[in-house]
């Protein structure tokens, strides 16, 4: 008992020893957290499977964070994005994990099933590092953020197959057709079971428990919906995560969504800290040493792959600029992969040296990727220069709910910004000069290309579920035209605007806009206080 505690605490103090060292040249805390890993297994001779019962437990960071993904995805949202999830997503999955298939059959000589299995591995990507990286810098609801989130969630969808074919191919004497008869049996039942406690039960419950007024008993009750949900579909033959990503699917439908999102996120980020942690400790120093030529070679071949492919997919549909900035953000071979090869090595399947070697590219793929993310437009400037930014900058938001949208990126809407951003209130602006969008961006804003007074663009912003919308523009054209547009709504929206003066404001009579502040009447007020207080 002494000695976990001695490594926890050892932990914990490397951790937060790396981290100020790398907040300092801005590098991500993630590559603290995977040092730390490295840190402690040296110092304790750990040895990679000696980590697996910190394994299951950092396994519920990535519980966690589906969990939050399918928060922001109700089914009506996820059908939304059905192009997205269903055909890009199957899209890449099948022609990456066919290319690394082949290509490990063929040409390194690995045994056809093993082939499969590492293939169909190493065409997935990420999602704990880019859902969060995404999430932290706003661009998760930018064009390339929505394609690459559409391709994660059926990477995530897809790990269900590839356990199934590990199953199979480990299971000699099992009957194939028999065993999928029972995976879709095993589906039918969960599915149906999520279906009758969200429709029926879960509102009911979690009103019950929001009644109580008691902000324990309250994060109690939703632990337990999202680790029930979990471990049900886990009984099934399906991942935890899986289950997870279900449940906040179900929860998205009610109205405690955003207080049940504020009480998980610091359980989810300490939770993925200590998943990172034990990525760390599965890197074996003596494997790099001796293959490190390999590992390169294999890092860049395959991240060079996916990130064509995806490119490939994309193009067409989406433009050059957000094909390559989804391509590169998921070209990282991902969490679920190591998971897959501990999973396929303990069956026999895959070969002990081989596994230590592809457990090593996809962290140091993992490790390769915040820097990528950080400096994805950069990247996308210096490759592809001419293409028009309009469609890159476009508002592609999957849902949201309960945020304030501000029209307008001018002095005024930079200010307005500045100030919501230190109250941490969830925002996004809507700026139709290109120039203006291009500066947001630069500051890692969520501003967008559009056309405030467009009803489309207007409900693609999704206006009716915001808290209110701040019109923060100059022109008195645009601005009769967005008090117009707003009123056209079925659903009354809070609206605040700002006028120059009393002409202005006097214009907008008759647009049943409850909330006008005049600029110069503002100005005044405060200078003559300012004044009269010296």
């Avoid at 993992?366 to 990247?379: D, H, V, W």
Wanted: net charge neutral.
């Amino acid at each position: 008992m002494e000695k976990i505690l001695f490594i926890l605490l050892s932990a914990i103090a490397i951790a937060i020893f790396f981290n100020i060292f790398f907040k300092k040249f801005q590098i991500p805390t993630i590559i603290g957290y995977v040092m730390t890993g490295v840190c402690i297994a040296y110092m304790y001779g750990f040895k990679s499977n000696e980590t697996i019962s910190l394994n299951h437990v950092a396994e519920f960071g990535i519980v966690f964070l589906m969990f939050t993904v399918g928060l922001e995805f109700s089914v009506k949202h996820l059908m939304s994005m059905k192009k997205e999830v269903f055909l890009n997503g199957f899209l890449q999955v099948a022609i990456a994990g066919g290319i690394f298939s082949l290509s490990a059959q063929y040409f390194f000589g690995i045994e056809q099933k093993s082939a499969i299995i590492i293939g169909c591995a190493l065409a997935l990507s990420s999602t704990a590092i880019v859902l969060k990286i995404l999430n932290d810098n706003g661009s998760i609801h930018s064009a390339h953020g929505r394609k690459a989130l559409g391709i994660l969630l059926f990477q995530d969808i897809a790990v269900i197959p590839i356990l199934l074919m590990i199953n199979i191919f480990a299971g000699a004497d099992k009957n194939v057709s028999s065993l999928l008869f029972e995976t879709a049996i095993s589906a039918v039942i969960v599915l149906g079971l999520m279906f009758v406690i969200g429709r029926y039960l879960l509102n009911i419950f979690l009103s019950t428990v929001a009644s109580l007024n008691t902000d324990e008993i309250f994060i109690s009750a939703v632990f337990l919906l999202v680790i029930g949900s979990s471990v049900l579909a886990h009984v099934f033959g399906f991942s935890y995560s899986l289950g997870a990503f279900l449940a906040g699917m179900m929860m998205a439908e009610t109205k405690f969504k955003y207080q049940i999102e504020a009480d998980l996120v610091p359980f989810r980020d300490m939770l993925l800290g200590l998943f990172f942690v034990t990525v760390g400790m599965q890197i074996n120093l003596n494997v790099i040493a001796e293959y490190y030529l390999e590992i390169a070679a294999l890092l860049v071949a395959v991240m060079a792959t996916k990130a064509v492919v995806i490119f490939s997919i994309l193009w067409y549909f989406s433009g050059s600029r957000v094909a390559l900035k989804a391509s590169l953000a998921i070209s990282q071979i991902g969490e679920f992969s190591l998971a897959i090869f501990a999973l396929a090595h303990s069956d026999n399947l895959i070969d002990a040296k081989i596994n230590q070697i592809l457990i090593v590219t996809v962290v140091f793929s993992m490790i390769a990727t915040p820097f990528i993310l950080r400096n994805i437009k950069s990247i996308a400037d210096f490759l592809i220069k001419s293409e028009s930014e309009e469609k890159e900058f476009a508002i592609e938001s999957a849902g949201i709910r309960d945020h304030i949208i501000v029209c307008g990126y001018g002095k005024l809407g930079q200010e307005i910004v500045y100030r919501l951003k230190k109250l941490n209130l969830p925002y996004l602006v809507l700026e139709y000069d290109i120039n203006l969008v291009r500066l947001g961006k630069e500051r890692n804003e969520p501003v967008f290309f559009g056309n405030a007074t467009d009803k489309n663009i207007l409900r693609k912003a999704y206006v009716e579920n915001c808290r209110c919308i701040i019109v923060a523009m100059s022109n008195e054209k645009r601005l009769l035209l967005m008090c117009e547009v707003l009123a056209s709504f079925d659903k009354k929206i809070n609206t605040v605007i700002k006028v120059s003066d009393y002409e202005e404001k006097k214009l907008l009579k008759g647009l049943d806009v409850e909330h006008i502040v005049n600029e110069g009447r503002e100005a005044a007020k405060a200078i003559i206080k300012e004044a009269t207080s010296i």
